[in-house]
């Protein structure tokens, strides 16, 4: 008689592991549930997977092939995956069985190797953090920790809806911030684009008008020429600086990225522009005291959690400043004496933290922080679009109202002088 291996759920909801002698898969299944247990797998020891929850038994469940996939799993797909997630452990279904059924509902792509990977490693043996941290394209490290706080507080169902809860507010703010800079940027664009074509196609037709009736050129004329000429005939030629600058630019700002230094540098000179600067710097500073108000929320202990948040602050200033916090409370100082020696974050900021510090409430000040910070973001993105329209408006204007006003002074000059002639 063979013995079978299961795992089965009990009228509790509760997870079941055991082993069972039976003559086949059918016999064994029959035997689990006169036990008054619900089994989700089932197979034989020492041999092939005999049956699955959902499968009929005693017929082997088909694997579905492995599909190509490029690049990592969107933030969305993720956050989508751990609310249902929530859903199915706060319904008593085993870790386990709700991986599998949430595999199974994906379309073919990266997201469900992994989840299929997951399921694998789960039923090695595997605690679902570690299953998950071999995958770091799906579940970065503040996911894994954060999993297995849940895991280990037997919480997990209220650890996946916060992470949920957290990855949506910090798409929601990244959003926000990406949609404030959209509109400016395309205005530039087509603005620069208009007015190069100006100057490519318009301007040399004036100026051989110019030269053809010998009209001495006002100062604003020859500039606007010389400009022209430039993007036309410069060595190299204007126009091309124009298109490949941004390019270039974009260049220099990835490989000045690879190093700390580098990232250091370019998150201060992001940090010091005006009105952006601003909501970029509110920003990072919504997303650290989130995600570590998170973290401790969690269990995760302060200084595993100050790790994990200085990883994927994603800015070196606040980096930095939180490395510091680190050594300073490993020496036994408190969490906000570093942090307003750092001077990179408001007092504000630095005087809710010491308040929680002292009533113990550090994670819920460190949320009331990040919430007054996102609403804060939301009133200077409406300034900014509300600042921004004006000036575009205004600078386009003057520099259309240049352009036209030096093309048309040699004309002016040239009617005079015609009507005065006849």
Same mark, same amino acid.
């Given at each position: 008689?063979?013995?079978?291996?299961?795992?089965?759920?009990?009228?509790?909801?509760?997870?079941?592991?055991?082993?069972?002698?039976?003559?086949?898969?059918?016999?064994?299944?029959?035997?689990?549930?006169?036990?008054?247990?619900?089994?989700?797998?089932?197979?034989?020891?020492?041999?092939?997977?005999?049956?699955?929850?959902?499968?009929?038994?005693?017929?082997?469940?088909?694997?579905?092939?492995?599909?190509?996939?490029?690049?990592?799993?969107?933030?969305?797909?993720?956050?989508?995956?751990?609310?249902?997630?929530?859903?199915?452990?706060?319904?008593?279904?085993?870790?386990?069985?709700?991986?599998?059924?949430?595999?199974?509902?994906?379309?073919?792509?990266?997201?469900?190797?992994?989840?299929?990977?997951?399921?694998?490693?789960?039923?090695?043996?595997?605690?679902?953090?570690?299953?998950?941290?071999?995958?770091?394209?799906?579940?970065?490290?503040?996911?894994?920790?954060?999993?297995?706080?849940?895991?280990?507080?037997?919480?997990?169902?209220?650890?996946?809806?916060?992470?949920?809860?957290?990855?949506?507010?910090?798409?929601?703010?990244?959003?926000? $911030?990406?949609?404030?800079?959209?509109?400016?940027? =395309?205005?530039?664009?087509?603005? %620069?684009? @208009?007015?190069?074509? *100006?100057? /490519?196609?318009?301007?040399?037709?004036?100026?051989?008008?110019?030269?053809?009736?010998?009209?001495?050129?006002?100062?604003?004329?020859?500039?606007?020429?010389?400009?022209?000429?430039?993007?036309?005939?410069?060595?190299?030629?204007?126009?091309?600086?124009?298109?490949?600058?941004?390019?270039?630019?974009?260049?220099?700002?990835?490989?000045?990225?690879?190093?700390?230094?580098?990232?250091?540098?370019?998150?201060?000179?992001?940090?010091?522009?005006?009105?952006?600067?601003?909501?970029?710097?509110?920003?990072? $500073?919504?997303?650290?005291?989130?995600?570590?108000? =998170?973290?401790?929320?969690?269990? %995760?202990? @302060?200084?595993?959690? *100050?790790? /994990?948040?200085?990883?994927?602050?994603?800015?070196?200033?606040?980096?930095?400043?939180?490395?510091?916090?680190?050594?300073?409370?490993?020496?036994?100082?408190?969490?906000?004496?570093?942090?307003?020696?750092?001077?990179?974050?408001?007092?504000?900021?630095?005087?809710?933290?010491?308040?929680?510090?002292?009533?113990?409430?550090?994670?819920?000040?460190?949320?009331?922080?990040?919430?007054?910070?996102?609403?804060?973001?939301?009133?200077?993105?409406?300034?900014?679009?509300?600042?921004?329209?004006?000036?575009? $408006?205004?600078?386009?204007?003057?520099?259309?109202?240049?352009?036209?006003?030096?093309?048309?002074?040699?004309?002016?000059?040239?009617?005079?002088?015609?009507?005065?002639?006849?």
């Amino acid at each position: 008689m063979a013995k079978f291996v299961y795992e089965a759920m009990n009228q509790a909801g509760q997870e079941v592991k055991d082993e069972v002698e039976a003559p086949s898969s059918k016999d064994a299944l029959a035997k689990i549930r006169n036990l008054g247990y619900f089994p989700t797998r089932i197979r034989e020891k020492g041999g092939r997977k005999a049956a699955a929850a959902g499968g009929a038994p005693g017929k082997k469940k088909k694997s579905g092939g492995m599909t190509i996939s490029i690049g990592g799993v969107s933030t969305k797909l993720i956050t989508q995956f751990t609310r249902q997630l929530s859903t199915l452990q706060d319904a008593g279904l085993p870790v386990l069985r709700s991986i599998h059924i949430l595999g199974e509902q994906q379309k073919p792509g990266l997201m469900k190797n992994v989840l299929r990977g997951v399921g694998e490693d789960v039923e090695g043996g595997s605690t679902l953090s570690e299953a998950f941290a071999k995958h770091p394209k799906a579940f970065n490290r503040l996911y894994v920790n954060m999993i297995a706080a849940g895991e280990t507080g037997g919480v997990l169902d209220v650890i996946c809806q916060r992470l949920a809860e957290f990855m949506e507010k910090s798409q929601k703010l990244k959003r926000k $911030v990406v949609g404030a800079m959209i509109y400016p940027i =395309t205005v530039v664009f087509f603005a %620069v684009g @208009i007015v190069t074509g *100006i100057m /490519i196609v318009v301007v040399p037709k004036f100026q051989e008008i110019f030269r053809d009736f010998g009209v001495d050129l006002p100062s604003p004329t020859q500039f606007l020429i010389g400009f022209s000429d430039w993007i036309v005939n410069g060595s190299p030629p204007g126009w091309t600086l124009i298109l490949f600058s941004p390019v270039g630019f974009l260049i220099f700002y990835r490989l000045a990225r690879q190093s700390r230094g580098g990232r250091f540098a370019t998150d201060i000179a992001i940090m010091k522009m005006p009105v952006m600067g601003s909501i970029i710097s509110k920003t990072a $500073v919504a997303r650290f005291t989130r995600t570590l108000g =998170t973290l401790i929320n969690a269990g %995760v202990p @302060i200084l595993e959690a *100050i790790n /994990i948040t200085k990883e994927t602050s994603g800015n070196e200033v606040l980096a930095r400043a939180l490395e510091h916090v680190h050594d300073s409370i490993r020496e036994g100082d408190t969490f906000a004496n570093p942090l307003r020696a750092s001077k990179v974050v408001d007092s504000i900021v630095v005087n809710m933290i010491d308040v929680g510090e002292e009533t113990g409430d550090l994670d819920t000040m460190l949320i009331k922080v990040a919430d007054n910070y996102d609403d804060e973001v939301d009133t200077l993105v409406g300034s900014l679009f509300s600042l921004l329209e004006p000036i575009l $408006v205004i600078t386009l204007g003057g520099i259309v109202g240049f352009i036209v006003v030096a093309l048309f002074m040699p004309l002016v000059s040239l009617i005079e002088s015609v009507s005065s002639g006849g």
